[in-house]
């Protein structure tokens, strides 16, 4: 099995930076595409950003030219650099894997909360 820990949320102000990472660890040479997700309150779970094994990358409309998703294969690990945050940033953001085999997201992490206020 597959386990995804994020790490790095927190509270920022309107117009900072933060880093999310997550560490895969477990059956990782099941992992495929990896990528972010985030919900706000009262919000539906959108897709942030997501990158392929080969690093090719994909990201939402709100936040393109704004985040940055990277991956380290040594690590196992993925990156989210959020630079000038915004308070609709504020969500939980989720970590997701795909797997070999299988359509669509099939790993989740437990999520960190990102809080953009003044």
């Known amino acids: 099995q597959v386990q995804l820990v994020e790490s790095g949320g927190g509270l920022v102000q309107p117009g900072g930076s933060l880093r999310l990472s997550c560490v895969a660890s477990?059956?990782?040479?099941?992992?495929?595409?990896m990528g972010w997700y985030r919900q706000a309150p009262g919000k539906e779970r959108e897709l942030v950003a997501h990158i392929t094994r080969d690093g090719n990358t994909n990201y939402a409309d709100s936040v393109k030219d704004r985040f940055t998703i990277s991956r380290d294969n040594t690590k196992n690990t993925i990156y989210l650099q959020m630079n000038s945050l915004k308070p609709d940033d504020t969500a939980v953001y989720y970590c997701?894997?795909?797997?070999?085999?299988?359509?669509?997201?099939?790993?989740w992490g437990q999520g960190t909360q990102v809080t953009v206020s003044s």
């Open positions: 997701t894997a795909n797997r070999q085999f299988r359509a669509g997201v099939y790993y």
């Open positions: 477990g059956d990782i040479f099941r992992i495929t595409t």
